[in-house]
């Protein structure tokens, strides 16, 4: 009988437990995508520092920086365009620069990122390069840069 009543009780006990644990990653979640769709949406509402085309930069104050995201999104539009074709990439993109690679993922879905495209938002993140005087720097940032705006490009 004590046998019983114990089975009893922990069975009981586990599948609280699951419940419970089920309810906090479902609300956990929701909370996250929450949190990170205003945050997004706050940044889209900050100070757009240059535009062109359909393309808006934002939180870059660097001219120099600027002229070089002109420059690639142009010219890769060009080379994918003769690719796959001429694809309407008139829905606008989004172009944000951080300073720090930790506020960037603060945006991001994944872990450890140095770089992303949001396609609900049309959002190319990127972090500033350390300096466009050094060769390296600066083709490590044409190729995120590159390399998400082909996601966009094929989205």
């Known amino acids: 009988m004590l046998f019983n009543d114990l089975n009893s009780f922990f069975k009981s006990i586990t599948t609280s437990f699951v419940i419970s644990l089920l309810v906090l990653v479902i609300l956990a979640s929701i909370y996250h ?3 990170k769709n205003n945050r997004t949406e706050a940044l889209l509402k ?8 359909e393309v808006k930069i934002f939180n870059s104050k660097n001219n120099e920086l600027n002229n070089l ?17 001429k694809i309407d990439t008139n829905v606008g993109l989004n172009i944000a620069i951080f300073e720090k690679l930790e506020e960037l993922q603060m945006y991001g879905e994944l872990e450890d990122i140095g770089a992303f495209f949001d396609n609900n938002a049309n959002l190319i993140a990127l972090v500033s390069p350390d300096s466009l005087y050094r060769e390296a720097d600066e083709w490590f940032f044409r190729k995120d840069l590159r390399h ?8």
Request: aromatic share 16%; glycine share 2%.
């Open 46 to 53: 900050s100070e757009v520092h240059q535009s062109f085309d």
């Open 69 to 85: 995201i002109i420059k690639e999104v142009r010219d890769l539009n060009k080379e994918l365009s003769n690719i796959f074709g």
């Open 148 to 155: 998400e705006y082909t996601h966009y490009f094929l989205a």
């Open 33 to 35: 995508i929450l949190w």
